[in-house]
């Protein structure tokens, strides 16, 4: 069992930027692939971008070439960094495992006005 808290969120223009972290309450070198999700009012939750232990990345369509997963393991923390975002990209977003669903954090709200 692993807890997960998510920062870093708040308002932003679209065209702006954000960083997102997750932070883990142990070690996360074992875990095979950590993923980012967000829930949009009324719309169910999706996967965003997901990190294998090896640095693979993968990524929704629509948020490819504008987020970068990362992870540091001695960090115990992974990372999302969100540029170009657009109105659509608001949400509360997510981590968590990829394939081994942990209890979910509270998130952290991302807003983006237009």
């Known amino acids: 069992q692993v807890q997960l808290v998510e920062s870093g969120g708040g308002l932003v223009q679209a065209g702006g930027s954000l960083k997102l972290s997750c932070a883990a309450s142990?070690?996360?070198?074992?875990?095979?692939?950590m993923g980012w999700y967000r829930q949009a009012p009324g719309k169910r939750r999706e996967l965003v971008a997901t990190?294998?232990?090896?640095?693979?990345?993968g990524y929704a369509d629509f948020v490819k070439g504008r987020f970068t997963i990362s992870r540091d393991n001695a960090k115990n923390t992974v990372y999302l960094q969100m540029n170009s975002l657009k109105p659509e990209d608001t949400a509360v977003y997510y981590c968590?495992?990829?394939?081994?669903?942990?209890?979910w954090g509270q998130g952290t709200l991302v807003t983006v006005s237009s």
């Open positions: 968590n495992l990829v394939g081994n669903l942990q209890v």
């Open positions: 142990r070690s996360i070198f074992s875990i095979n692939r």
């Open positions: 990190i294998g232990s090896g640095g693979s990345t």
